[in-house]
């Protein structure tokens, strides 16, 4: 950790990021207990393996998607490099948490000779896991994988950010519009009479667009960015000196 | 118009702005074209009087409020009061809009004895026209209504602007919601063997989330935003000597 003056943190951050993690926990633990309390819990060689989709996909889709963005929130003060790993690890962590969630989708229906992809859900989160897996690629290629000039990532780092959060809201809304379908496919009529388990999922959703909402702020607040630090200066005055001919004490 | 430089617009704003006007059209005619073509339309003092709800809510909470948000990057190089009042005005059509949508779906509940706000869409709608609600009247009062300190409003500002876009992003995934609840009450098993009411709501979903999308780019392209105009800037100034006790050529 180097530069004074950038290791400070902005005294609400802390209490934000907390906030949010409260709520990605019991995003969880709720999954988890909707499908335990009300659905007979999870086994991935019986009927219950569908029951494996809705929790890997709040897990990887939601709430390790979600953490990856606050990355840079979070370590703001740790060198560039060890963040930008772990932000690209901690979606490997949920792409193929979310791909566990996929295979046990489909291996349901082709089980119980379900038709695939008919639904609004279905295809908003095709589309979410592959726009998903293409920005992880690019970003790798972009940012991870040496070669790629400094002015190209300069120029690709809005799209990414825009794209990322982007991806991240559509899989909260898709999230919502699976939750939606699993209550009015299994409760039927009952969902109108204020069932325990409709009052539980509805709370649910609720704070699914709570997580989606924090993550949001946490990331757009302009004052919480992270800064720029001695080691990226650096870099961008070497760029600049080689492109401009400029020597770095000239700017 | 005042002020050379702050009248340029960026070269691609305006296409983007095009394609957005293009999506939300196609949004609305999409919708009318779903309920007039599988529904029998729309009419009020009949069971047809559900159907009032989304196409209300697809022009007031989704169509016009984006719009209402885009006002600022569209106008950009008019006189600020102007644009903030048309702002304004666009959030009162979309809220009274939104207010006859409301009316119509709680009366055809009424009239067929049917339950109110026990699913996880009649939650998130209140929400939103509550959050919307809130929004406007704060808004109204900080930055309309004459009095608020500048103080004041600059502090107001970004919170204005952020929660602006959550809740139109929340009324985008109400309205997903929405969709997907008149597809599986409607449609029922139908739904799974590709109806092709089924993939025409499919595709009004998928457009529906694009319109979000290209919202909310045009809304956080950072070299979009409003240019801080003349008068604005005058206005700071006077402030800033009110406040610092400097001359205005001091700065």
């Known amino acids: 950790m180097e ?13 934000y990021v907390a906030f949010s993690q409260l709520l990605g926990l019991t995003l969880v633990s709720m999954t988890g207990a909707w499908l ?6 999870i086994a991935w060689e019986s009927d219950l393996q569908f029951n494996a989709h809705p929790l890997c996909m709040v897990i990887g889709l939601v709430f390790l998607q979600g ?19 772990l932000h690209g690890l901690l979606h490997v962590f949920a792409l193929v948490i979310a791909l566990v969630g996929l295979v046990a989708v489909f291996d349901y229906h082709r089980r119980k000779g379900y038709a695939d992809l008919y639904s609004l859900h ?32 300069s120029r690709y780092r809005p799209q990414h ?3 990322g959060a982007t991806i991240f809201l559509l899989s909260v809304g898709t999230a919502l519009l699976g939750l939606k379908e699993a209550l009015l496919f299994n409760l039927g009529d009952k969902y109108s009479a204020f069932e325990p ?7 649910l959703g609720l704070l699914l667009a709570c997580f989606g909402g924090a993550v949001l702020y946490i990331l757009t607040r302009a004052d919480w960015k992270r800064p720029s630090q001695a080691e990226e200066q650096a870099l961008s005055m070497d760029f600049k000196t080689l492109t401009e001919g400029d020597s770095p004490g000239s700017q």
Do not use: H, M
């Open 161 to 163: 950010i825009f794209f």
């Open 197 to 203: 388990e409709g009052i539980l999922a509805n709370v």
């Open 3 to 15: 530069g004074g003056a950038a290791a400070s943190t902005p005294a609400a951050l802390p209490y």
């Open 67 to 85: 953490d990856a963005l606050l990355v840079y929130r979070v370590f703001r003060n740790e060198a560039k490099r060890t963040t930008k790993v």
């Open 36 to 41: 335990g309390l009300y659905r007979g819990g």
């Open 122 to 153: 279905s295809w908003c989160g095709i589309l979410v896991f592959v726009l998903y897996l293409v920005q992880w690629l690019v970003g790798f290629s972009f940012f991870l994988f040496p070669g790629a000039p400094f002015s190209l990532r």
